[in-house]
């Protein structure tokens, strides 16, 4: 069973720094698209980066330069990343890991379909207060 849980969410001050881990387990293949979505209240379902398992990456246009998302490896286990840099408020949304492994994910990868991978944690919350 693929399980995804995240952590690292919290509160910050605009300018400021958070990073977002994302805990994979449950699963055996070597190839992947994993990556991170955000929902802010009264929003639409964002993607905001993602990466393969050939290690390239893409970001959202209202990410590029703050934002670098990394996976790495330990004992099997995908660990996915999200550094977020020069936080500002409104990057304030609950934020989800996604993970496929389909023949669509690379297509919903490089669309920015993120939120449509077939796996995703339960979200953890990130407010950037002005």
């Known amino acids: 069973q693929v399980q995804l849980v995240e952590s690292g969410g919290g509160s910050v001050q605009a300018g400021g720094s958070l990073r977002l881990s994302c805990a994979t387990s449950g699963y055996t293949y070597s190839a992947y698209c994993m990556g991170w979505f955000r929902q802010a209240p009264g929003k639409e379902r964002e993607g905001v980066a993602g990466?393969?398992?050939?290690?390239?990456?893409?970001?959202a246009d209202s990410v590029k330069g703050r934002f670098s998302v990394t996976v790495s490896k330990d004992n099997k286990k995908n660990t996915l990343y999200l550094q977020m840099n020069s936080l500002k408020p409104e990057d304030t949304a609950m934020y989800y890991c996604a993970v496929d492994f389909g023949p669509d994910s690379r297509h919903f990868l490089a669309t920015m379909r993120i939120s449509q991978f077939g796996y995703r944690g339960q979200g953890t919350q990130v407010t950037v207060s002005s």
């Open positions: 990466i393969d398992s050939d290690g390239s990456t893409i970001y």
